[in-house]
């Protein structure tokens, strides 16, 4: 789909360096990232071939400039509603204050109701000060505690 900061498509396996680059690009992604490792083809994969994920760039003159993945989850919870989750958001670095970042979460938000989904989650790092403020402004509300268990 073309907007007006870029187009926005699935992802394909040639997209993987770039996808590692940009979530290496950052305090956070820098010492758990690696680009170059065979694992990204791998989860790469399974991720395509899952029909309730969507691994979607942003390209511009056939450049990726940013990223997010789309998990749509069936539940029981709520009489049965789906719900979206909004995962490893990225901008590149060159183009944040674009208002791509925006327009790639109103994208994922019209791709939920398209897929009948009533809930639309995602998590954001405690420290991402930047990032809560954003998704404030777009509506997200810091509702609950997210929670993980490293294995």
């Known amino acids: 789909m073309q907007t007006e900061v870029g187009t926005f498509r699935r992802a394909v396996s040639t997209d993987v360096d770039a996808i590692v680059g940009m979530l290496a690009d950052d305090p956070l992604g820098s010492s758990r990232e690696h680009p170059g490792d065979p694992a990204y083809q791998r989860a790469f994969a399974a991720i395509d071939a899952d029909p309730n994920q969507l691994l979607v760039v942003a390209e511009t003159e056939g450049e990726v400039i940013a990223t997010m993945q789309l998990s749509f989850i069936p539940g029981l919870s709520r009489k049965g509603m789906s719900r979206c989750q909004i995962e490893a958001v ?62």
Request: aromatic content about 6%; charged content about 35%.
């Open 90 to 151: 990225r901008v590149r670095d060159d183009q944040r204050g674009s208002g791509l970042g925006e327009a790639m979460i109103r994208w994922a938000i019209e791709r939920a109701r398209e897929r009948e989904c009533r809930l639309v989650q995602l998590t954001t790092d405690a420290t991402r000060d930047g990032a809560r403020r954003f998704y404030e402004r777009l509506g997200f509300a810091p509702s609950h505690v997210g929670m993980k268990l490293a294995l």
